[in-house]
T-cell receptor
């Protein structure tokens, strides 16, 4: 099975940097995704890691350590519009199925 | 390139009834996954369809069933609705492993908000 943990809520100040952590356990790891989801809307893709290391994409970066079952999403220069839920998702490649499993999501509130 | 389309957007059903939700996959995608998202929770994997067959299933009872059609669109059927089935149901399309881009990206629809009363 899969076990994906991330903090439920975080608060950060506009202009600051915030790091959202995610730990996971899965038998057939085949990549880790981060999604952003505003209330009542569809998740939108932010980043993807399958090898260890840091992937940078503008204000967003994501890190993966497969040996530790650990990832984080780093958001820089926070803006009010970054207030949303951030979902960590692990793809399980067991039997070639490549099913995607989500954590509970971290609700980030950006304050002035 | 069209995205993922789900219908209807909102639905109210009575406990014990049956419901069918529909999803049209993104152009070029051949795999569809369905998720249930309760308020304040992350999406929970229901099942995935590839080549018109179920290709992985989460921890959901048999009253949750699905179909995929030759044009890769999909349906989610839920029988004997319960109050706890009230949720946002999300559909995501993708390319199956080995057939696409490095990250086999998933594209999500805007979901169907189901309320069971």
């Amino acid at each position: 099975g899969q076990n994906i943990d991330q903090p439920t809520e975080m608060t950060a100040t506009e202009g600051a940097i915030v790091q959202i952590n995610c730990t996971y356990q899965t038998s057939g790891f085949n990549g880790l995704f981060w999604y952003q989801q505003h209330a009542g809307e569809a998740p939108t893709f932010l980043s993807y890691n399958v090898l260890d290391g840091l992937e940078e994409k503008g204000r967003f970066s994501s890190f993966l350590s497969r040996s530790k079952g650990y990832s984080y999403l780093l958001l820089k220069e926070l803006q009010m519009k970054d207030s949303a839920s951030y979902l960590c998702a692990v793809r399980d490649g067991t039997a070639g199925a490549n099913n995607l499993f989500f954590g509970t999501g971290t609700r980030l509130t950006v304050i002035p | 390139e069209t995205g993922v389309t789900q219908s209807p957007t909102h639905l109210i059903k009575t406990r014990g009834q049956q419901v069918t939700l529909r999803c049209s996959s993104q152009s070029g995608h051949n795999t569809v996954s369905w998720y249930q998202q309760a308020l304040g929770q992350g999406p929970q994997f229901i099942f995935q369809y590839y080549r018109e067959e179920e290709n992985g299933r989460g921890n959901f009872p048999p009253r949750f069933s699905g179909l995929q059609f030759p044009n890769y669109s999909s349906e989610l059927n839920v029988n004997a609705l319960e109050l706890d089935d009230s949720a946002l149901y999300l559909c995501a399309s993708s390319l199956a492993r080995g057939q696409g881009a490095r990250n086999y990206g998933y594209t999500f629809g805007s979901g169907t908000r189901l309320t069971v009363v």
